[in-house]
């Protein structure tokens, strides 16, 4: 690969980079990608208020407006509501590419709001990232749930991989019915945390890990916790310094537990840094955080502040990627010949998928100026057989999912569908079966803007 580019992440061992897929993966992430928190924005939906376990770090507050710091929240939602609020969302944030539960609990301790929100977001907002924040307590038993519904990034708090450290930092855990304290809570934890991980990394998972810096007590600890993240080919590590202010009435803030200065945290990060690449734009954020990084427009968007009127999505999400195409292409997107492509890939590197068994497709904008991905859009599944798609009647909405998109590249397609793509002026396209996705596009571009006629006749 050439000079990297702004969504490029340095491996912080050997000094590599990432490859052009995982940075494609990434590079509309405001959490995982320093250069896409500049660009794109997150919202968080808080339909998660109750936890597995006491962590003596944390308070939550389901109706606070005043206080910037995870756990905190202005109102709770139901799975209906968090939807409605979503796409009100995205219709007024076009930057908005992730949508994630982070609390105010933990989002698997409370598993049929969480998924059934889930499963609304993925159905009717397809070109929607989706995420989940959890401490890791239940995440084994969710993984392939969550998975099918789509999410592709998960953060894991993870404060230490050693049982007495553990029980200094966790007053309880709550696991199938039975309550535990102490050494034998921390062991427990951290042990669901290492399996859900495994599980994770199995079904190719993103997965970053946020670790709270407690001076007093883990602060020498977390290298050596970096250094088994990366051997679990953890994406990337967070450290964050813990908040233990009086005024928030958690454990440690009523015990006056110190919080580290600005050195501390700056130390812990580049001595774990040494291990793994590090997070250092993090904010914090409250489990209902909308907006850009650094912001929270959270209050502007109530439940009683919002509109009854139902959305037209198609019409949203249609504008919604021509801004982003353009924000990925800097500003090349607008030029008047720009086109946006769907790609069926399984591999994010070349174009290896039948279109009718293709659940997701990538979307790129094609210029003059180049490549530039856009987003990720998952789309239902037009072959309903095992094998053949005529084994039972095709799931003709996929056509709707792709109304804005003027060519469809993939490895193979159907009469049908390709006849239904021409009919809605979208150009299927075969003939770069198997080969490198970039430098595809980039060749297709490049003969179509020589033969500008043979784009007329299909259309």
């Not at 109706?63 to 139901?78: A, F, I, K, M, Y």
């Not at 994770?200 to 290298?223: A, D, F, G, T, Y």
């Amino acid at each position: 690969m050439g000079s990297c580019s702004a969504n490029c992440h340095p491996d912080a061992k050997n000094g590599s980079v990432l490859s052009r897929a995982m940075s494609e993966q990434v590079a509309n992430h405001p959490c995982y990608s320093q250069a896409g928190s500049h660009r794109f924005a997150r919202m968080h939906l808080a339909v998660a208020p109750k936890c597995n376990m006491q962590c003596n770090y944390c308070n939550r507050k389901f109706d606070c407006s005043n206080e910037s710091r995870p756990g905190v929240v202005s109102e709770l939602l139901t799975p209906m509501q968090a939807l409605h609020k979503a796409m009100y969302v995205a219709e007024q944030i076009p930057q908005l590419s992730v949508i994630g539960i982070a609390g105010p609990g933990d989002p698997l301790a409370n598993p049929q709001k969480t998924l059934r929100t889930l499963e609304l977001l993925r159905q009717n907002m397809p070109d929607m990232r989706l995420c989940l924040s959890t401490n890791g307590l239940a995440l084994p038993e969710f993984i392939d749930e969550l998975c099918d519904v789509g999410v592709d990034h998960v953060t894991i708090t993870i404060n230490t991989l050693d049982a007495y450290l553990a029980a200094e930092i966790y007053e309880w855990v709550a696991f199938e019915g039975q309550s535990y304290t102490g050494l034998s809570a921390g062991q427990l934890l951290i042990d669901q945390q290492l399996e859900g991980l495994r599980k994770l990394m199995e079904r190719q998972v993103l997965v970053k890990v946020n670790s709270v810096l407690i001076p007093r007590i883990n602060q020498h600890h977390l290298p050596e916790l970096s250094r088994e993240l990366h051997r679990q080919q953890v994406f990337l590590h967070n450290v964050m310094p813990l908040l233990a202010k009086p005024e928030y009435g958690t454990k440690f803030g009523l015990a006056h537990e110190p919080e580290p200065t600005a050195e501390q945290v700056e130390s812990v990060r580049e001595n774990c840094g040494e291990q793994m690449a590090q997070m250092t734009h993090c904010q914090q954020c409250r489990a209902d955080a909308i907006g850009f990084l650094g912001e929270d427009r959270s209050q502007q968007f109530n439940l009683a502040q919002l509109p009854n009127l139902p959305l037209d999505y198609a019409v949203v999400m249609a504008n919604r990627t021509r801004i982003q195409a353009d924000i990925a292409s800097h500003g090349a997107a607008s030029d008047d010949d720009a086109k946006l492509v769907a790609v069926a890939s399984s591999s994010m590197t070349v174009i290896d998928q039948h279109f009718g068994h293709a659940r997701a497709l990538l979307i790129y904008s094609v210029t003059d100026d180049g490549v530039h991905f856009v987003q990720r859009r998952h789309v239902p599944l037009y072959c309903q057989g095992e094998s053949q798609c005529d084994e039972t009647k095709p799931n003709e909405s996929v056509f709707q999912v792709l109304g804005d998109i003027d060519a469809v590249f993939c490895a193979r397609i159907g009469r049908e569908p390709w006849q239904q793509l021409e009919q809605q002026h979208t150009v299927p396209v075969i003939d770069y079966a198997w080969q490198p996705i970039h430098q595809s596009l980039q060749q297709w571009w490049q003969d179509s803007q020589k033969m500008p006629q043979i784009q007329l006749d299909v259309g």
